[in-house]
């Protein structure tokens, strides 16, 4: 099992746009992209009756864990399971590709078929559902731009517009009404398996980038608690 690094910086919209100057010359945008802007993502996050997922990234422990669907462009044609494990910086995410029907069992606090292995997202959603009463608390969407880079695995996002909802039923829907962050929107996230370039160190580097344990998910939460 690898963990990989992942740093995440708040960074203003000119120091966001100087950033996809420079990669965009240099690094390749990433398949699902869409547009020279690159392409919108929604999450549905869950979470248990303890809160435990909003809490352990608001108290800053050390290990956690973030359970959500995910689709792209606003269609279900992909639906993504993922549960993102977290031990400081460090991440291990476990995806795999679900039907529409099963996106509906899971935001009805149902199970779905399921491998009976550790690195199966079903089975560990469904235990949550089932021992810890694990339910979708909210939408979180943006935008993002992204680049990749092979020797390191390394993988760079620019995500700007974040917002929220709590339309959960209306997950996959166009016509979902959001709150906007008014501060903090954009959002650098840096990921790599151990090392990352010394040129891309270089080419990130801009003065005002502030380095942050925040997630989108908390950010989205206390913005519609």
């Known amino acids: 099992m690898m963990y990989r690094v992942e740093?995440?910086?708040f960074c203003s919209t000119q120091e966001m746009f100087c950033l996809q100057k420079r990669l965009g010359n240099v690094l390749q945008s990433d398949s699902y992209e869409n547009?020279?802007?690159g392409y919108s993502i929604s999450s549905l996050y869950f979470d248990d009756l303890r809160e435990s997922s909003l809490i352990n990234t608001r108290e800053g422990n050390r290990s956690r864990c973030k359970y959500r669907?995910?689709?792209?462009?606003?269609?279900?044609?992909?639906?993504?399971l993922e549960?993102?494990?977290?031990?400081?910086n460090r991440i291990y995410k476990k995806s795999k590709s679900i039907r529409e029907d099963e996106l509906q069992k899971l935001m009805q606090g149902e199970c779905i078929d399921c491998a009976w292995t550790r690195d199966d997202p079903a089975m560990l959603f469904n235990l949550a559902i089932q021992v810890q009463g694990l339910r979708p608390r909210v939408i979180v969407a943006y935008e993002r731009k992204a680049f990749v880079y092979g020797p390191g695995n390394v993988r760079i996002t620019l995500d700007r517009n974040i917002r929220s909802s709590r339309q959960i039923q209306q997950f996959g829907n166009s016509n979902i009404s959001?709150?906007?962050?008014?501060?903090?929107?954009?959002?650098?996230?840096?990921?790599?398996?151990e090392l990352i370039p010394g040129f891309l160190l270089q080419m990130l580097q801009l003065e005002n980038m502030q380095q942050t344990a925040y997630s989108k998910?908390?950010?989205?939460?206390?913005?519609i608690n």
């Open 7 to 9: 740093d995440k910086y």
């Open 35 to 37: 547009s020279v802007e």
């Open 69 to 80: 669907i995910r689709i792209y462009n606003n269609s279900l044609n992909v639906i993504k």
């Open 83 to 88: 549960v993102k494990e977290k031990y400081d």
């Open 178 to 193: 959001y709150d906007y962050l008014k501060e903090q929107d954009e959002i650098v996230e840096i990921k790599y398996d």
């Open 217 to 223: 998910y908390q950010l989205c939460r206390e913005n």
